[in-house]
């Protein structure tokens, strides 16, 4: 909007995606263990993709540009008991990796948590551009 | 701009003031036309009221600008308190940047009312 608080919405831009990266991975973590039918698709893992905007000249922040979907496959697993299990005996689980998620997690954590001291930061900055007209 | 202020007293200098003025002007690098012909013609009427309306002009847009930020925070408020917020980040960024514009308003005010007063006690 104005030009002289463009680092506020460049870092608010970061911390909406990664956010979003945050919503993602929560789902998949939540979904971990949905298990479903081989005759149907998996749980499919979802990925933020999330792509820098362009202004000619230092940018303008992170925009979401959609979200991609892991493998519908998922991994057959041999399940005889479960009430899904097919004539086999396997059920389709979504092929998601718990430990990935987690450290992906920390990731996204980590990135929003740079975002907010950013913005402290420039907000420090222009609280002392002001300072200096007050003494 | 150095000499806008006392330009206002042009109307009453001796020749030999306005002579000065007038090689103050041309020395001064920031000096514009407008301000030498103004001081050459004793008059500065119609400089400081163009001055006058940038300034005015200025703080005006500023006014805005904060106002709408402003009005921009109090919608996020009152979202968050409704619970149609989406992003945290979103409500406090805004208020940050309605916060900062207020103080950078109020600030360039106190130091135009600063410059003002100033003006005022010059001795005449």
Redesign the interface.
Known sequence: MSAVFEALGISGSGMEVHQAWMDAISDNLANVNTVRPTSQAAFQARYVVAAGVEDGSTGLGVTETGIALGDPNGRLVYSPQHPMADSKGYVRLPDIDLGEQMSTMIMAQRGYQANISNVDRVKETYQAAIQMGRG | MALSPIGGVGGIGAAQLAQAYRQQALAASSASDAATRAAAAGSVDAGTAARGADFASAIGQGLQ?VQ??DQSAATKAVQAATGNLT?I??Y??TA??AQ??T??TT??R??AMDAFNEIMRMPL
């Open positions: 600008q709408n930020l992003d980040h979103d406090v960024i940050t940047k900062t514009a103080e950078l600030t360039v106190n130091k």
